[in-house]
């Protein structure tokens, strides 16, 4: 069991090639990725659609890693069992969406599967300081959810960062601290800093011209 100190790195398979989704999980499994992370947009909640359950059931024969689900959905309270179903490992649920954050979380939970809150670049903190003792995993968004390939927004989300962190160690407790969006061996860096210790990143991997040497990388840790 990985704890909060450290540092996972979790290629997002939105950037990966689609047609060939067996081999690129089991390519980033390869190349050193702990975990992955699968992105599901509905289009509604953000401006884009991704996939859904199916592709999770999809990946999951081709790696033995952790499966983190990541729901862009308006409605995660309707829709959560059936990624527990698809065999999803962590489901984390946006704080803004549609729903009771509480009870999601603890239904979740119940089901024998980890559970995250996800916060955007413009949602405060405190939004989801209620719920700090009942996740496994805090994710806070370094890029307005929906699209890979965008800047990271230091100024906006570092502080939230280092405000989980510092909740975490004041209250005892153990959620990772989760980073998504604009995600490279730099940003993981100024990231870490600030007390995140998961990594998740598409583009600078499953673009890099040598993965397992740019997981290597974000891994890294520098003074
Ligand atoms: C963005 C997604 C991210 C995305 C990150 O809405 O939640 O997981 O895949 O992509 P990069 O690493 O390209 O910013
Ligand atoms: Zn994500």
Not at 15 to 40: I, K, N
Not at 179 to 185: C, E, F, L, Y
Request: glycine share 8%; charged share 20%; net charge negative.
């Amino acid at each position: 069991m990985s704890d909060c100190n450290t540092r996972i790195i979790a290629p997002s398979m939105l950037a990966s090639d689609w047609g060939q989704v067996a081999q690129e999980a089991a390519r980033a499994e390869a190349a050193g990725g702990d975990w992955l992370h699968l992105d599901v947009m509905d289009g509604h909640f953000v401006d884009n659609i991704s996939f859904g359950p199916q592709y999770v059931a999809a990946v999951r024969p081709h790696t033995a890693v952790t499966l983190d689900v990541h729901l862009m959905i308006t409605r995660p309270d309707h829709y959560w069992p059936r990624f527990v179903k698809a065999k999803a490992d962590r489901i984390t649920v946006h704080v803004e969406a549609d729903h009771d954050v509480a009870t999601t979380l603890a239904a979740i939970r119940d089901a024998g599967c980890g559970c995250g809150l996800a916060l955007s670049p413009d949602t405060p903190f405190s939004a989801v300081e209620p719920y700090l003792d009942q996740i496994d995993l805090l994710l806070v968004m370094t890029v307005r959810p929906g699209f890979g390939g965008q800047a990271f927004m230091e100024a906006e989300t570092m502080p939230k960062v280092a405000a989980a962190k510092a909740e975490r160690e004041a209250r005892g407790l153990s959620y990772h601290i989760e980073v998504d969006g604009g995600i490279d061996a730099e940003t993981a860096h100024v990231a870490a800093k600030h007390g995140a210790n998961v990594m998740v990143a598409g583009t600078s991997l499953f673009k890099a011209p040598d993965m397992a040497t740019a997981i290597r990388e974000m891994r890294e840790e520098r003074g």
